[in-house]
């Protein structure tokens, strides 16, 4: 058998050291592994072809896997065929030539409404303007951050201090592969709270706990906290403000390409599945359209 748990383990230190993915990508990979592994043992003499993969993803389909689940793990067993190949283990991919129809998630990327977005902001302005600038003050500006620029969490809690451009209020964001791209805090209150929060933590992380980070379960449960507090019924992530973020900003009238920089997608199909237009939006663009009203008056 070619994919063993040696061959995996490789793949996995390969992956890690050519493309740096962050750790929740790194520990999903070596589970989807794991359990690609366990169906060949199942189905011990299985060749590793075509069928067999085809045959992986029906006892995942009959196992109930989510279907963002299927996608995930067949990119990651199609990555690592790909990688043995390169490296020579094997001749030639059994993804080579293979077509598939892979369940597609039933639902969209969940954001809060506009007037959740508007309690959050304003019950984070109103914290900023009362104290002084502290670690209490974190984590507001950081609500703020996360709903003016749509970054992720992991992203987030890795900024630095001197990522804060002072001058033009950029904001340099370490994302995903090693990638960086720039950010801006257009709003000058809110650059003027992140430029003071960046000299008081100059040299260290720009959100923490005085010299301790912030892990992003940290952040996810302050801001179900802070969430409850500003009055919002539902529960909120970190990934919701990332796609309230984008969604708002697209019926804005903000043009697809910039969003996708923005969100540091490397495909803008991604982002357009992600940023989908709202039904609010919708309306207001039919609204506006009055086709019916249009076609009377053509009559």
């Excluded at 169906?39 to 009959?62: K, S």
Aim: aromatic share 6%; charged share 25%.
């Amino acid at each position: 058998m070619i994919a063993t748990t040696g061959s995996a383990r490789a793949y996995i230190q390969r992956l890690q050291a050519t493309r740096n993915p962050s750790p929740h990508t790194l520990a999903a990979y070596t589970s989807d592994l794991r359990d690609y592994l366990a169906f060949l043992t199942r189905r011990q003499d299985a060749l590793e072809d075509g069928e067999t993969i085809l045959a992986y993803v029906g006892d995942m389909v009959g196992r109930r896997a989510a279907a963002r689940t299927i996608r995930r793990r067949i990119a990651c067993l199609r990555g690592f065929y790909k990688d043995l190949s390169r490296e020579g283990a094997i001749p030639q991919s059994p993804f080579l030539g293979l077509e598939m129809k892979l369940p597609r998630a039933k639902s969209l990327p969940r954001g809060i409404s506009r007037r959740d977005a508007r309690l959050l902001a304003s019950s984070a302005w109103a914290q900023c303007r009362q104290r002084d600038c502290g670690d209490a003050l974190s984590l507001p500006i950081a609500v703020l951050v996360l709903i003016s620029t749509g970054i992720r969490v992991g992203e987030l809690v890795q900024l630095r201090s001197d990522d804060l451009h002072f001058d033009n209020g950029a904001l340099r964001v370490h994302g995903k592969g090693q990638r960086e791209r720039l950010v801006f805090l257009v709003d000058k209150e809110l650059c003027r709270l992140v430029a003071r929060l960046a000299k008081r933590r100059a040299g260290e992380l720009l959100f923490g706990h005085g010299d301790q980070p912030w892990s992003t379960d940290w952040v996810r449960r302050a801001l179900r906290r802070f969430a409850k507090a500003a009055g919002v019924a539902h529960r909120v992530t970190p990934h919701m403000l990332r796609h309230t973020c984008a969604t708002l900003l697209l019926e804005d009238g903000v043009d697809l390409r910039f969003l996708q920089r923005l969100l540091g997608h490397e495909n803008i199909a991604t982002t357009a599945i992600y940023a989908h237009v709202g039904d609010s939006g919708l309306q207001r663009a039919l609204e506006g359209a009055k086709l019916l009203s249009r076609l009377k008056a053509a009559a």
